[in-house]
């Protein structure tokens, strides 16, 4: 499959070291672009719920690829979220071509965007992180649960269903936070001279302009891959939403992950220069 060539590409809650993460699909999808900035946009490793009992090596393969694309130059903004919000007290470190930071802002063919996270508009976060952190895992659970019941429909041949968003399109609670969410990145975006937002957090993939009384933004939302396997693709000035379909790749491709034969990353890529920043950072 030839590689198609992004400018930029933004990814958000993958989620490693969860159950509910779909690394072979996001592996699939990250070798077949050719980006010259990747910006991770929050909760791509889930710290909260890490456990050295669930690792899977399409989970390293995910951060190898992520490593060989700093070895290639291309530029890789890691954005730090809620779940990997212990990676915070080391922003503004980088390394080569990857750069660690709370949040961004580039100027975008004359315009400006503004990407980060999001938790900070999540009142549950700032207020009650342990019944934030809870229901993190009861969400896990649920994804769990729902692949094995999908795994029995895909046997029977019948369509596949998602628990969470069947729950959330029940709740009127959950589509007004949703919509609140976007508003209100919305109207600080506005008030800063932003034309871009770009969040992650909320797992619901948008583009689409907002209009206040005080102006107008484009908001985007990276969505997330557990289970709606998006991304955002902005080339020649505009932005689209990214969604992985199966039928688009060959099953083959995920053996692709892997390094090349004789290919040393630490050779290139010296990772005791960033581990002696983080010890000065603890010190």
Same mark, same amino acid.
């Given at each position: 499959? !030839?590689?198609?060539?992004? !400018?930029?590409?933004?990814?958000?809650?993958?989620?490693?070291?969860?159950?509910?993460?779909?690394?072979? !699909?996001?592996?699939?999808?990250?070798? @077949?672009?050719?980006?010259?900035?990747?910006?991770?946009?929050?909760? *791509?490793?889930? *710290?909260?719920?890490?456990?050295k009992r669930y690792w899977p090596e399409t989970h390293m393969k995910i951060v190898r690829k992520l490593m060989k694309f700093v070895v290639e130059c291309v530029n890789v903004y890691y954005l730090t979220g809620n779940h990997d919000e212990l990676l915070r007290k080391f922003a503004d470190m980088n390394l080569g071509t990857f750069y660690l930071q709370n949040k961004l802002v580039m100027e975008l063919d004359g315009k400006k965007a503004w990407f980060f996270h999001g938790d900070i508009f999540d009142v549950t976060m700032q207020h009650s992180k342990w019944l934030a952190k809870l229901g993190a *895992?009861?969400?896990? @659970? /649920?994804? /769990? /649960?729902?692949?094995?019941?999908?795994?029995? /429909?895909?046997?029977?041949?019948?369509?596949?269903m998602s628990f969470s968003k069947k729950i959330k399109t029940k709740f009127k609670d959950a589509v007004k936070f949703i919509n609140s969410f976007e508003e209100t990145a919305a109207e600080i975006a506005i008030e800063n001279g932003y034309q871009y937002v770009v969040c992650g957090h909320i797992h619901h993939p948008e583009k689409r302009n907002i209009l206040?009384?005080?102006?107008e933004v484009m908001y985007l939302n990276s969505g997330d891959w557990i289970e709606n396997l998006t991304a955002? !693709?902005?080339?020649?000035?505009?932005?689209a939403v990214f969604k992985y379909d199966a039928r688009n790749f060959t099953k083959d491709e995920i053996e692709d992950g892997e390094l090349s034969d004789g290919e040393d990353l630490t050779s290139k890529l010296d990772v005791n220069i960033l581990l002696q920043k983080i010890k000065i950072e603890i010190a």
């Open positions: 499959m !030839e590689k198609r060539n992004v !400018e930029i590409a933004v990814i958000s809650d993958v989620h490693l070291g969860t159950y509910g993460c779909q690394a072979k !699909e996001l592996l699939k999808y990250l070798k @077949s672009i050719k980006p010259k900035t990747l910006i991770l946009n929050g909760d *791509i490793i889930d *710290i909260w719920q890490f456990s *895992i009861g969400y896990d @659970s /649920l994804i /769990l /649960l729902n692949s094995i019941v999908n795994s029995l /429909l895909t046997f029977w041949g019948k369509e596949k206040t009384e005080n102006g955002l !693709e902005y080339n020649k000035g505009n932005w």
